[in-house]
């Protein structure tokens, strides 16, 4: 019996920055073998982004490099010398998966594209995962997911006004993008069981953003209305945002709210103590033909309160509510706690740091962050002469020709 889901499956990992590795770190996180192929001529980006440890910047030292790539093993090959490439080759017969996040036109350029790597290995699974797919006017238009999340839409919706946009925070496709391409290689790995063979996955970013916004397009197409900035308001629930509640030791507490009927309102209002109100609120069409009115009652009488306390009393009683948590709050949150949600790994240069942990738990076999993120090259030496058999004079004239650096 398998320990983990994917225990025999192997991977080579040529993603960088987010959406590629986050992918192939689902398939590490439970039992695949992944080897991540990086250059030192070329970094990943995400290397030298913080935070780093002791805030120093350096290759080795970025947390947020180290979070997306658990479980995985690192070699270096300068691939653009024939070597880098040859020795590639040689690894591919061990792999099940390759995984890119390239503009197109480079491993075609290569010529490691999957037309020729399915000629030397025909049953293989590729993934590649770039800004806006492989065919199209667009293809080689590089990027990163703040600027998707431009392209797909989203900062057009997240604001106040037309004049007021507040893009959502951080490279927001790339935290979507993942879900869609685990998705489609463990379909692949399906397909390959039963049929014995492999197939290529042209994971658009773009396209997969947009399934985020199916609600707002889908009106469009059935009514022609273009949704635009509404703040934190909601076209169903009013009131709808983020109030901010009584200070605590001398910080900002904001709460969450969601009032989805008549009742919870005037739940809501019992919690608080039945505060006068407008008569103009009893209804929830009149809520929402005054709510510029009915967030300042709110802001007022909120303002009184703790947000952890009406929390916990508005959600007993049916009211959707919670705290506005900063990063402090959720490493103390005690659900994560209980889910068992940080875990700390001893990485090689940081040391004992935090990892988040999986955001599922399979029941017969739970994955785990069975290793902390390699550093650049760290298994340079293991790959090479433990999975490929070459000399320590073979890779020391690979490390002296700079082809392994």
């Known amino acids: 019996m398998r320990k983990y889901a994917f225990d025999g499956i192997h991977v080579l990992d040529f993603t960088w920055y987010a959406v590629g590795p986050v992918t192939t770190k689902y398939l590490a996180d439970n039992g695949a ?31 947020f490099f180290a979070s997306y790539n658990t479980s995985k093993k690192g070699i270096t090959l300068d691939m653009s010398k024939p070597k880098a490439r040859e020795i590639f080759l040689k690894l591919l017969p061990w792999a099940d998966i390759v995984a890119e996040s390239f503009t197109p036109k480079t491993l075609r350029q290569w010529e490691l594209d999957y037309e020729h790597l399915r000629a030397i290995k025909p049953d293989l699974i590729m993934l590649s995962t770039c800004m806006q797919g492989q065919t199209g006017p667009h293809r080689d238009y590089p990027g990163f997911g703040n600027l998707m999340a431009a392209l797909a839409g989203f900062y057009y919706l997240a604001g106040y006004s037309e004049s007021e946009l507040c893009p959502p925070y951080g490279a927001y496709t790339d935290f979507i993008a993942p879900r869609f391409s685990a998705c489609a290689l463990i379909a692949a790995l399906d397909y390959r069981r039963r049929t014995g063979k492999g197939q290529y996955i042209d994971m658009a970013q773009y396209e997969a953003a947009l399934h985020n916004l199916a609600p707002a397009l889908i009106d469009y197409f059935s009514s ?27 910080h900002e507490r904001w709460l969450a709210l969601a009032v989805a009927s008549d009742h919870e309102w005037q739940e809501m209002l019992k919690v608080l103590g039945n505060p006068p109100t407008d008569c103009r609120f009893d209804t929830m069409l009149g809520r929402m033909q005054n709510r510029e009115a009915l967030d300042s009652f709110l802001a007022q009488v909120l303002r009184q309160h703790r947000a952890d306390r009406l929390t916990a009393t508005l959600q007993a009683v049916g009211v959707s509510a919670y705290p506005v948590q900063n990063c402090l709050d959720l490493h103390d949150d005690e659900n994560l706690q209980a889910f068992e949600y940080w875990h700390w790994l001893d990485h090689s240069v940081m040391g004992p740091s935090p990892y988040e942990g999986l955001q599922h738990r399979l029941s017969r076999t739970p994955g785990h962050l069975r290793s902390p993120a390699p550093a650049l090259g760290q298994h340079n030496d293991e790959i090479l002469g433990g999975l490929l058999k070459m000399s320590s004079a073979e890779i020391e004239q690979l490390k002296q020709e700079k082809v392994v650096f």
């Not at 913080?50 to 947390?63: E, L, R, T, V, Y």
């Not at 022609?224 to 901010?244: D, E, M, T, W």
């Open 33 to 63: 073998e992944v080897i991540r192929i990086e250059s030192s001529t070329r970094l990943d980006g995400l290397r030298m982004a913080p935070p780093w440890k002791d805030a120093k910047p350096g290759i080795n030292n970025s947390q």
């Open 224 to 250: 022609g209305r273009v949704l635009g900035p509404l703040g934190n308001r909601s076209a169903r629930f009013a009131p709808h945002g983020a109030y901010r509640c009584a200070d605590e030791d001398g």
